[in-house]
């Protein structure tokens, strides 16, 4: 069985069950803030659709927007944005936070793309419903595919949650509402998950931001 095929086997998606954490990776520490290092337990964890940095009981998610080309997108607030939004304890920490998460040579092509309109997430589990909420997708995290010590090239990862992305539309059973507005053109969801959505005769897609214009 080809490697690829292999890894999904047993990993389909299925309904909503209870999160399972996941292994998280020690961050190596960023040129500049080695001191600092010794007495900080940060670890940072890449997952499809958020990448994570956690600290002891704390923790902080920053959204990725997976692409069907190209790198995939991580959304960065701001220094003003990522002030107003990120919980106290992080809130002083910006530069030395995101180089924390840039820091492992992750198997993923990433743009770090900063901006007013992002924000610091403290919710680091999965959307209830989404496809990382699934066992598919929890297995599928546990694997950390993206990992600097993944056996796997960026390109191979990126084709396996892809592969979850559509079976999971097609899996899809009665309403699924989409909140899509300003959804980039050439990502995944506009590429392999909407497309298999409306293939999915078992679906009535509920779009509540028409202006996306992914609806047509």
């Given at each position: 069985?080809?490697?690829?095929?292999?890894?999904?086997?047993?990993?389909?998606?299925?309904?909503?069950?209870?999160e399972a954490s996941a292994p998280a990776r020690t961050a190596a520490a960023p040129a500049g803030i080695a001191d600092?290092?010794?007495?900080?337990?940060?670890?940072?964890?890449?997952?499809?659709q958020a990448v994570v940095y956690r600290e002891g009981d704390h923790g902080i998610s920053l959204q990725v927007e997976p692409m069907f080309e190209g790198a995939d997108v991580v959304y960065v607030?701001?220094?003003?944005?990522?002030?107003?939004t990120?919980?106290?304890?992080?809130?002083?920490?910006?530069?030395?936070?995101?180089?924390?998460?840039?820091?492992?040579?992750?198997?993923?092509?990433?743009e770090w793309r900063e901006g007013g309109?992002?924000?610091?997430?403290?919710?680091?589990?999965?959307?209830?419903g989404s496809l990382e909420s699934t066992p598919g997708g929890r297995e599928m995290r546990q694997k950390r595919?993206?990992?600097?010590?993944?056996?796997?090239?960026?390109?191979?990862?990126?084709?396996?949650?892809?592969?979850?992305?559509?079976?999971?539309?097609l899996a899809a059973r009665g309403k699924v509402h989409l909140f899509v507005d300003g959804a980039p053109k050439g990502s995944v969801f506009e590429k392999v998950a909407l497309p298999a959505l409306k293939e999915n005769p078992n679906v009535e897609i509920v779009w509540h931001s028409p202006s996306?214009?992914?609806g047509n």
């Open positions: 069985m080809p490697p690829l095929l292999a890894l999904l086997a047993g990993g389909c998606v299925g309904h909503v069950a209870p600092r290092s010794v007495t900080l337990a940060g670890h940072v964890e890449m997952n499809w607030p701001d220094a003003a944005a990522w002030s107003r990120a919980p106290p304890w992080a809130s002083a920490r910006r530069d030395e936070i995101i180089a924390r998460l840039k820091a492992p040579k992750w198997h993923r092509d990433l309109d992002s924000t610091v997430s403290t919710h680091l589990a999965p959307v209830p595919l993206f990992d600097a010590d993944s056996e796997l090239t960026a390109p191979q990862a990126r084709e396996i949650w892809q592969m979850l992305v559509r079976r999971f539309a996306s214009g992914l």
